[in-house]
């Protein structure tokens, strides 16, 4: 006689679609795009041989020199005037009555093409230029279009409906994230490395501890100190970008007085959720490891704002040259994210610098922390991806593309001949 199964079935939820997944990869290479603006500089100087500033005696480049001083503010850096006027030269040279301030829907396959012409392949008449040189690219166009519109948003770009006119950065268009995305994985197949911002590692953040908080600094050093750690160790704890962490305020901390287990820290949307569920996290004290024990860090944040801050709104705030905290005055995304590029420098992270490996400052960006707290989670704690993708609180699809955040060629490789070494 059969048995009749009469527990409930189980839904299983269905595949992402390829559809899905390519929304989730344009989303990160926004991200990606975003991270890396800080330090565009850096890679602007390692491609200017590729944009020559040469006085060539035809009206388009003539053209192009003059519009671009006319529309760029004072203070933008050379090389990002120089790979402006190249693009303004190069479609001036295709089409004579192409305007270089003109912003519609065709000024994303405007983009597009520049970058092809730079960096698509030698062979099929192209100049064959590395990935990099089309982030740098990518950067210093949307420095272009900044400029021309300033008062557009700079997170966005969609087609206004009431005016029929385009809004925001050409650079964040769809039709531009795809292109990058298959660019760069045209050039891993052939070997080249990516530029996605590098892993903050264990060792990392207890160097940014000691920097931060445990050693010699004046007393208002020492209250910014603490203040961008706790920021710090809470994006690398709660893999978020800097740009989320940022946005913490004091309602979302459920910290039960006389606690000193734990702390609980609620959100109610991520920014790739906008669902409107609640996600939370539970972080445990940690004997073991004083320097990223989440409850001791709140218990320094406390006994540096005291009774004088009020217990609501922004979590993190700003510290003046004398020290005082600023409740009407949060810390910006921008300013942590300089503070960060300082921190690693004070600690001596340029080319070349900790055990002979090449570490500089200039690779770690906003999404360096997510990126070494995911790789923390499995690598030290032996978290299964799964764990992680449930802490992050992340969708299914977003847990098809986390791969990203366990792997970058950037990444603290160095010591690789080790990696097969029986124990």
Same mark, same amino acid.
């Given at each position: ?348 992270? #340029? =080319? $070349? !610098? %900790? /055990? +002979? *490996? @090449? #570490? =500089? $400052? !200039? %690779? /770690? +960006? *906003? @999404? #360096? ?55």
């Amino acid at each position: 006689m059969s048995m009749m199964n009469t527990s409930p079935e189980i839904q299983e939820k269905p595949a992402p679609t390829d559809e899905q997944v390519e929304d989730e990869l344009c989303l990160l290479d926004l991200e990606d795009a975003d991270s890396l603006l800080l330090h565009v500089q850096e890679l602007v100087s390692q491609h200017l041989d590729e944009f020559p500033d040469d006085q060539i005696d035809d009206e388009a480049a003539k053209y192009a020199a003059k519009m671009t001083k006319a529309s760029i503010t004072e203070g933008t850096r050379d090389g990002h005037l120089r790979i402006i006027k190249h693009y303004i030269t190069f479609h001036l040279r295709r089409n004579k009555k192409w305007d270089a301030k003109r912003v519609d829907e065709k000024t994303p396959h405007d983009i597009t093409t520049f970058i092809t012409q730079k960096c698509g392949p030698a062979e099929q008449g192209f100049e064959g230029r590395k990935y990099s040189t089309a982030v740098s690219t990518r950067a210093a166009l949307t420095m272009w279009y900044k400029n021309l519109r300033p008062n557009e948003s700079l997170t966005e770009w969609r087609l206004d409906s009431v005016t029929n006119t385009w809004r925001g950065l050409p650079t964040r268009s769809r039709i531009v994230s795809q292109f990058m995305v298959g660019l760069e994985k045209t050039k891993a197949k052939s070997g080249e490395v990516s530029s996605s911002a590098r892993a903050l590692a264990l060792e990392d953040i207890h160097r940014l501890y000691k920097h931060c908080v445990d050693q010699d600094l004046t007393v208002a050093q020492r209250r910014a100190g603490i203040i961008r750690y706790v920021a710090y160790l809470l994006a690398w704890l709660m893999l978020l970008r800097i740009d989320e962490v940022i946005k913490l305020r004091f309602e979302n901390f459920d910290k039960i007085p006389g606690e000193r287990r734990y702390i609980d820290i609620s959100l109610n949307t991520r920014k790739q959720n906008q669902t409107g569920l609640l996600h939370s996290w539970r972080l445990h004290a940690n004997d073991g490891d004083p320097m990223i024990c989440p409850v001791r860090a709140f218990i320094l944040l406390a006994s540096l704002y005291g009774p004088e801050i009020k217990k609501t709104g922004p979590l993190f705030l700003h510290v003046t040259a004398q020290g005082a905290v600023m409740q009407s005055q949060p810390l910006t995304a921008s300013a942590l994210s300089r503070s960060l590029s300082r921190d690693l420098q004070g600690l001596g992270y #340029s =080319s $070349w !610098a %900790l /055990y +002979g *490996t @090449h #570490s =500089s $400052w !200039a %690779l /770690y +960006g *906003t @999404h #360096s922390f997510r990126r070494g707290g995911c790789q923390y989670r499995i690598k030290v704690k032996r978290w299964s991806a799964d764990m992680v993708a449930a802490w992050g609180g992340w969708s299914q699809v977003e847990a098809v593309t986390m791969f990203r955040y366990f792997y970058s060629p950037n990444d603290n490789h160095e010591f690789m001949h080790d990696y097969d070494r029986n124990k």
